[in-house]
């Protein structure tokens, strides 16, 4: 997106920046509409699953369902792109940016459940993007 200006109105320079609109906030509605506050992806293309994400899955899911939050979703989805760093798991919490992780397994998936989705802080050492950057 482009620069704020005095203002702080974004400049709309063309369709592009008008869909980016449109996806941010209609994912930020889904999640208020659909009663979730967090929603972890964890990627599952190809190279996710050879290099552990079925085991990231796994251990998210067993969280979930050991704490019984109603307001947290686990989903999949493909490869982002980030195949050296699989398996990748992003975090998007309401009116937080969007947190990447990567080079996980089960246990560094359980440290992300309790510090980030649990308790709000992020898991540096384990960030391979943050907001729009990778």
Do not use: F
Not at 41 to 70: F, K, N, P, Y
Not at 90 to 95: H, K, P, Q, Y
Request: charged residues 25%.
């Amino acid at each position: 997106m482009s620069p704020s200006d005095d203002t702080g109105a974004h400049k709309i320079r063309g369709l592009a920046d008008l869909q980016a609109i449109k996806a941010k906030t209609q994912k930020e509605n889904a999640l208020r509409e659909d009663g979730y506050h967090v929603l972890a992806t964890v990627h599952m293309g190809t190279c996710g699953i050879a290099s552990g994400s079925r085991e990231v899955l796994s251990a998210l899911v067993d969280e979930l369902t050991a704490s019984e939050r109603l307001a947290v979703r686990v989903t999949t989805s493909g490869c982002i792109g980030l195949c050296e760093r699989e398996p990748v798991l992003t975090i998007e919490m309401l009116d937080e940016p969007k947190v990447i992780y990567g080079d996980l397994n089960a246990e560094k998936a359980r440290e992300i459940w309790r510090d980030h989705i649990i308790g709000g802080r992020l898991v540096p050492q384990y960030v391979v993007g943050y907001g729009g950057e990778n």
